[in-house]
């Protein structure tokens, strides 16, 4: 019987196809009863010149291909893609064609498979003696296996995104879905690689996180099986209908089209109560050191060039990408912070001074705790794929009276939040008061400078070691710190904290009232009596609840009310009394001493800001244990230096 449908297959197959789709169906029905239910479509096919009249498939139906070969059926032949098992059981199975390098999604459903294949010609295309010799073995009639010698291996790129997933319809956010599975197969043997495959070659591919990578040697064809698991009929009515999964495939001889980056190259710069300041580690042509992607230097002579971008997660609020954070596209798509909320350019500032990018993240929560993640899309036109660097935490302020400023004209290196006001100052009108008064008490002191022999002997120079611009420079830096204070929450309790006018009140201009935080009701009269009575904050009798901003036009004219200080730290007062003529009167206050625990903070060698100054940045150093090695070799020169000033 098989060789009669053979015999007419061939003979129907010397002229065009006129087959109609009942004869299809009538043809495949009969094929399918005869073959021993025991006998796996390729044990019946392996080694039978028949094989090639069946992977021919039926042409000319309008309707897909009929392909008994593989045992994959009516594939995609519009009518949902419905097929028959060898055990007769009905399933969802579709085949796609792909290219080399190109960036594909696909949408798949509960208990669906889709068959990517990448063909020889895709992987062995761009060679072109390759090619050629190929061409004239096929016109010689030679076999498989010599086209395969012919060719050698080649390495593929496999990457994987999961964009989407299936939602549990319920207020419980921990549920998620299945994760889907990944399947390739380079045997012709096994064109439809997948978890009910057996005796046959295939691997897995573990997908983690929404996250797939993995290299592929071939010599020929490749078949890749993405596999959604069947909804389990108890949960029919808890999963909503839409979205199904959504996925990112990419097969590729030259490039990894998506990626998952562990090593930290975002850190955390400050935030208040709406906003946060991040910026990336070094951009140069060794970036990858580090973290990062490695740079043209002729891209970053240009201010315009910013390759990174981020996106934040809120992590009080239920995350629709629960079980594929490590997935590009899913937080590109799902993430409730995105890059039309981040003001983005490159700075110098910091360490180094090398170019970074920095990102001005808004529309943030007070008192919430965010996942920050950098991200890097791929240039390639049409390509939505990117990279995702493993997620940074960081927590938004609390009380309402901090606020960031950053890229201020003179006080260039300053970027964190300071005391605020925002009932009297916008962002600019905040960051022109304190820069502005930075400047004030420089002109003083260059006046001061001018009188110091600065261009003279080295005989009649202050010091053989430091000159009138490390002077400069040491001033500088201590006066941005000192006058532009770096605020913490009131509230918070971390020990390296000093407290700031703990005896005064929040000026709400808006209201026309005081209040003790900017999120607390206004104070009728007899309350503001009685709190000023009591001693503020900290109550009557504390020394701190008298010690007011070191800048005094803070409480005069911002009036924040109560707020914690993250104090300078110590070395900048050292560098500049080392830096600067002993005339000058420039001392730092005597360790253990009341005014030095007030005025003054220590550095944490592991990365933490424990003190401010300038380019501060939380755990660059802990990251990156070379940083951490050389911030420690620093410290002890710099405690080294302060001991021998001091004899």
């Given at each position: 019987m098989i060789l009669l449908l053979t015999s007419l297959w061939q003979r129907r197959g010397r002229r065009k196809p006129t087959l109609d789709f009942a004869a299809a169906l009538l043809l495949y029905t009969l094929t399918i009863a005869l073959v021993p239910p025991w006998v796996g479509a390729s044990e019946l096919l392996e080694g039978s010149d028949e094989t090639v009249l069946y992977t021919g498939g039926i042409a000319g139906l309008g309707l897909g291909e009929l392909d008994l070969g593989n045992a994959q059926g009516l594939d995609g032949v519009g009518i949902g893609g419905a097929q028959l098992d060898w055990a007769g059981q009905k399933r969802s199975a579709f085949t796609r064609e792909e290219e080399n390098g190109v960036v594909r999604a696909q949408n798949i459903n509960w208990g669906d498979s889709w068959i990517h294949h990448l063909s020889a010609s895709q992987i062995f295309g761009g060679d072109t003696a390759t090619s050629a010799e190929l061409k004239k073995r096929e016109d010689d009639g030679f076999a498989e296996l010599d086209d395969r010698q012919v060719r050698g291996n080649k390495t593929v790129h496999l990457t994987f995104n999961t964009c989407l997933q299936p939602i549990w319809n319920s207020?419980?956010?921990s549920t998620a879905p299945p994760p889907l599975q990944l399947f390739f197969s380079n045997s012709s043997s096994n064109k439809s690689p997948g978890p009910n495959v057996q005796g046959k070659v295939q691997y897995v591919v573990g997908v983690d996180e929404g996250y797939a990578r993995f290299d592929i040697v071939t010599s020929g064809d490749l078949w890749v099986g993405v596999y959604a698991s069947a909804m389990p009929s108890a949960e029919k009515d808890q999963w909503l209908s839409n979205p199904p999964w959504n996925y990112e495939l990419a097969l590729s001889t030259e490039n990894y089209y998506h990626g998952y980056e562990t090593k930290q190259f975002l850190y955390l710069v400050d935030t208040d109560d709406s906003t946060a300041l991040f910026i990336t580690g070094n951009m140069t042509d060794h970036s990858s050191e580090f973290g990062g992607v490695d740079e043209d230097p002729a891209n970053l002579k240009n201010q315009s060039f910013t390759p990174y971008t981020m996106y934040a997660q809120n992590r009080n609020v239920p995350s629709r990408f629960k079980g594929l954070g490590k997935s590009y596209c899913a937080v590109r798509q799902l993430a409730n912070i995105t890059p039309g909320s981040t003001d983005v350019s490159l700075t110098t500032r910091g360490l180094g001074n090398f170019p970074k990018q920095q990102f001005y993240l808004k529309q943030l929560n007070r008192s919430s705790n965010y996942h920050a993640y950098l991200a890097r899309p791929r240039t390639s036109i049409g390509t939505t794929a990117g990279i995702l660097w493993e997620p940074l935490v960081a927590n938004t302020k609390t009380d309402g009276n901090c606020q960031i400023i950053y890229n201020l004209p003179f006080c260039s290196e300053v970027a964190y939040a300071v005391p605020s006001n925002p009932t009297l100052?916008?962002?600019?009108?905040?960051?022109?008061?304190?820069?502005?008064?930075?400047?004030?008490?420089?002109?003083?002191?260059?006046?001061?400078?001018?009188?110091?022999?600065?261009?003279?002997?080295?005989?009649?120079?202050?010091?053989?070691?430091?000159?009138?611009?490390?002077?400069?420079?040491?001033?500088?830096?201590?006066?941005?710190?000192?006058?532009?204070?770096?605020?913490?929450?009131?509230?918070?309790?971390?020990?390296?904290?000093?407290?700031?006018?703990?005896?005064?009140?929040?000026?709400?201009?808006?209201?026309?009232?005081?209040?003790?935080?900017?999120?607390?009701?206004?104070?009728?009269?007899?309350?503001v009596s009685q709190w000023q009575q009591s001693g503020g904050w900290l109550g009557t009798g504390n020394n701190q609840s008298v010690v007011p901003s070191r800048n005094s036009a803070i409480d005069s004219t911002v009036k924040p009310g109560a707020y914690k200080e993250i104090r300078p730290c110590k070395d900048l007062c050292w560098t500049l009394v080392q830096s600067c003529p002993s005339p000058m009167g420039f001392g730092c206050p005597g360790e253990g001493s009341w005014a030095k625990e007030v005025a003054y903070g220590e550095r944490d060698v592991e990365g933490d800001v424990t003190c401010s100054y300038l380019g501060a940045v939380y755990f660059l150093s802990g990251t990156t244990p070379q940083m951490a090695m050389s911030l420690r070799w620093l410290w002890g020169l710099v405690l080294m230096a302060g001991w021998w000033a001091g004899r």
């Open positions: 207020s419980d956010t100052f916008d962002a600019k009108q905040l960051m022109e008061f304190y820069d502005n008064g930075a400047q004030q008490w420089w002109a003083n002191f260059t006046y001061s400078l001018q009188q110091v022999q600065c261009n003279t002997t080295s005989s009649r120079a202050y010091s053989l070691a430091r000159d009138c611009d490390d002077c400069a420079a040491a001033y500088k830096t201590w006066l941005c710190a000192v006058t532009i204070p770096r605020c913490m929450d009131y509230s918070a309790n971390f020990p390296y904290l000093a407290a700031r006018s703990s005896n005064l009140l929040f000026w709400n201009a808006s209201a026309n009232g005081w209040q003790k935080h900017p999120w607390m009701p206004v104070l009728d009269d007899q309350e």
